[in-house]
């Protein structure tokens, strides 16, 4: 057997081996960048002839129409047949619509965040749905030394959440079942609803008083009251709480916090345009 540590032996490094598809990842980012470019050039200029597209970019025109070709194919642009131009699609809309929802939102619940904070001393949060979780995007801590905190970009599971179960109040009980399967319903306390009858009688109890509660359901000994915040098209799409100990919580002091969070809720969605229930819209009414 050949000795591999002897002189004039090539040391194979570790990692991949060599073969004819050692460039793939590096063509792939780099076709990533020139899509990105004829976005950008679209963006920019309008609609525009391949021709253009090609020259202002510098690329083939081969090149260029083979991108186009696949920005097409999902949507991000778009081709007129009669003015043989191209320009950018829905679908790039669609993303970038998304974006700026997000940021407005955050943007929109500072000072109620704030405020809210303010007239209960505990952390106030804000928190969106993304594919099945629960994800905090902002919040204003409590000036207690014992205090709830979740880092921005947190994900948690919804059904042991108070965010999380305003939101799935909110959905048809078959994309909640839906949920419940993909993600599971794990046991984090005692307390955690587990089955899904006991999940939906509290859902329903949410639905109907307009706020939820995590009563120690993720973490043994701090309780969170939370609210919906509605879209323009009537959608539950966030939802703003305040969290803390149990020991600030009482039953009392929930109830008087629902009231503080259906507010500072009904604030933000009036302030992104939203409109939720007949009952939460009189609520904004009712402020006004």
Same mark, same amino acid.
């Given at each position: 057997?050949?000795?591999?540590?002897?002189?004039?032996?090539?040391?194979?490094?570790?990692?991949?081996? $060599? #073969?004819?598809?050692? *460039? !793939?990842?590096?063509?792939?980012?780099? &076709?990533?960048?020139?899509?990105?470019? =004829?976005?950008? /050039?679209?963006?920019?200029?309008?609609?525009?002839?391949?021709?253009?597209?090609?020259?202002?970019?510098?690329?083939?025109?081969?090149?260029?129409?083979?991108?186009?070709?696949?920005?097409?194919?999902?949507?991000?642009?778009?081709?007129?047949?009669?003015?043989?131009?191209?320009?950018?699609?829905?679908?790039?809309?669609?993303?970038?619509?998304?974006?700026l929802v997000r940021t407005n939102l955050v943007e929109a619940s500072r000072t109620?965040? $704030? #405020?809210?904070?303010? *007239? !209960?001393?505990?952390?106030?949060?804000? &928190?969106?749905?993304?594919?099945?979780? =629960?994800?905090? /995007?902002?919040?204003?801590?409590?000036?207690?030394?014992?205090?709830?905190?979740?880092?921005?970009?947190?994900?948690?599971?919804?059904?042991?959440?108070?965010?999380?179960?305003?939101?799935?109040?909110?959905?048809?009980?078959?994309?909640?079942?839906?949920?419940?399967?993909?993600?599971?319903?794990?046991?984090?306390?005692?307390?955690?609803?587990?089955?899904?009858?006991?999940?939906?009688?509290?859902?329903?109890?949410?639905?109907?008083?307009?706020?939820?509660?995590?009563?120690?359901?993720?973490?043994?000994?701090?309780?969170?009251?939370?609210?919906?915040?509605?879209?323009?098209?009537?959608?539950?799409?966030?939802?703003?709480?305040?969290?803390?100990?149990?020991?600030?919580?009482?039953?009392?002091t929930v109830t008087d916090f629902a009231a503080k969070?259906?507010?500072?809720?009904?604030?933000?969605?009036?302030?992104?345009?939203?409109?939720?229930?007949?009952?939460?819209?009189?609520?904004?009414?009712?402020?006004?």
């Amino acid at each position: 057997m050949k000795n591999l540590s002897e002189p004039g032996h090539k040391k194979r490094t570790r990692g991949r081996p $060599r #073969s004819q598809f050692a *460039e !793939t990842p590096s063509s792939m980012v780099k &076709a990533l960048d020139r899509g990105l470019q =004829v976005l950008r /050039v679209l963006s920019q200029n309008g609609a525009m002839t391949l021709s253009d597209i090609a020259g202002l970019l510098k690329f083939p025109v081969s090149t260029a129409h083979r991108l186009l070709s696949t920005l097409n194919e999902h949507g991000f642009v778009e081709f007129n047949s009669e003015t043989q131009e191209w320009s950018v699609g829905i679908e790039a809309f669609r993303i970038g619509s998304t974006y700026l929802v997000r940021t407005n939102l955050v943007e929109a619940s500072r000072t109620a965040l $704030r #405020s809210l904070m303010d *007239e !209960t001393g505990e952390t106030a949060n804000l &928190a969106i749905m993304d594919d099945g979780d =629960v994800v905090f /995007v902002s919040q204003i801590e409590s000036h207690y030394p014992i205090r709830a905190f979740f880092r921005s970009g947190t994900r948690g599971h919804m059904h042991s959440s108070g965010i999380g179960k305003a939101l799935l109040a909110n959905m048809p009980e078959k994309e909640a079942e839906k949920i419940f399967k993909t993600k599971g319903l794990p046991p984090f306390t005692d307390k955690t609803l587990t089955g899904t009858d006991a999940l939906f009688r509290d859902l329903e109890k949410t639905r109907k008083r307009g706020w939820s509660l995590d009563d120690e359901e993720r973490y043994s000994g701090m309780r969170c009251v939370a609210a919906p915040i509605y879209n323009a098209h009537g959608e539950a799409i966030a939802g703003i709480s305040v969290s803390g100990p149990t020991v600030r919580f009482s039953d009392q002091t929930v109830t008087d916090f629902a009231a503080k969070v259906m507010a500072a809720a009904q604030r933000v969605t009036q302030m992104i345009g939203g409109k939720g229930p007949e009952k939460f819209n009189q609520g904004i009414k009712e402020q006004l």
